[in-house]
């Protein structure tokens, strides 16, 4: 790869965070593509240079175009990923289909494994695609602080270090500052499994409890992540960086947390119907349980944290129950 060969973009997903990139790369980059499905909002970045469902107040530069086609991607020589997990297959299958050139660089910012496979989202994209260069972004990265120019740093993963540099040089900017990786697995599985534990801090903040408890809270996801990914193939490392502890605290905290307003939710007494009618976006971390759940046990690692909130989503369990006996539990060392 040479240092000029990105000179344009296409972006699968038309959400918050495809359209936060879109105009993040807007200002060093030819044309942008974003693919999307639903045509108001296809309409209306077209036509109004704006994604209001998504991003209220933002104004997306002329060279942003979107299209509902999506083999209107395959000529652009990188193709970002920023779909729901759920969708990301089947979005890679249609690009296969459509004549992806074995050169296009594919780069996931999907946070999340596949509910029936286990499979990360590079997994997924190296299987469906086995000559193309793939990398993943990942970290403390709300869409709503990124599309406002807010300071963010991020953690790119690749196998190839050629193809991790090219991007860090072109993400770069005043307020966004990427790091390289080559532990994809350790960022993908931070990312994922992240999400469990933001709708367990959001389940202590709507029953009520205190900063100290949500604090141990999360203390001790980061100890439990970082047991389970590692098993699953991560570095120790990677958790303690930007995609491991940065986005466990950030979507733990954040008023922009989907998982964490979902959790809210449901400790406020909402069933979780009524708390995803409520955000009206996909919270990955409900999905994400199921499978991450799934992906312990196979693995045989001890995850309370994680059983609790999946003996709430999926086995129906009062919230109360299941928070009062993660602190009942058998004490042991810390260092367990």
Do not use: W
């Amino acid at each position: 790869m040479s240092n000029n060969s990105i000179i344009s973009a296409a972006i699968l997903g038309s959400g918050s965070f495809g359209t936060a990139i879109a105009k993040l790369l807007a200002k060093d980059l030819e044309s942008l593509l974003i693919y999307g499905r639903d045509p108001e909002i296809i309409a209306a970045i077209n036509n109004e240079r704006r994604n209001s469902r998504y991003l209220k107040g933002i104004s997306l530069p002329e060279k942003i175009r979107a299209t509902s086609e999506i083999a209107d991607v395959v000529n652009y020589p990188l193709v970002i990923f920023a779909v729901p997990t759920s969708a990301t297959r089947q979005c890679a299958e249609q690009l296969a289909v459509s004549g992806l050139p074995k050169r296009t660089v594919l780069l996931s910012c999907s946070k999340g494994i596949e509910k029936t496979t286990g499979d990360r989202m590079s997994e997924i994209l190296r299987g469906v695609f086995p000559e193309n260069p793939i990398a993943v972004l990942s970290g403390p990265n709300h869409a709503e602080e990124i599309a406002l120019g807010q300071a963010t740093c991020a953690v790119i993963g690749s196998e190839n270090q050629e193809v991790a540099t090219e991007l860090q040089k072109l993400f770069t900017k005043s307020y966004f500052r990427p790091y390289t990786s080559n532990d994809l697995a350790g960022i993908e599985l931070g990312g994922a499994i992240k999400n469990v534990y933001a709708i367990a801090a959001g389940m202590s903040h709507g029953l009520g409890l205190g900063d100290n408890a949500v604090a141990a809270l999360v203390t001790r996801a980061l100890a439990e992540m970082t047991r389970l990914g590692t098993a699953l193939g991560g570095q120790p490392e990677t958790f303690a960086g930007l995609s491991g502890v940065g986005d466990l605290i950030v979507t733990c905290f954040s008023e922009h947390s989907r998982n964490h307003r979902v959790g809210l939710a449901l400790g406020q007494g909402k069933t979780l119907e009524e708390a995803t009618q409520v955000l009206g976006m996909v919270a990955e971390g409900v999905p994400n349980t199921f499978s991450i759940y799934e992906a312990a046990r196979k693995a045989n690692v001890r995850t309370p944290i994680i059983d609790a909130v999946y003996s709430i989503l999926y086995e129906g369990k009062p919230v109360a129950a299941a928070m009062s006996e993660l602190l009942t539990r058998d004490t042991r060392m810390e260092s367990e």
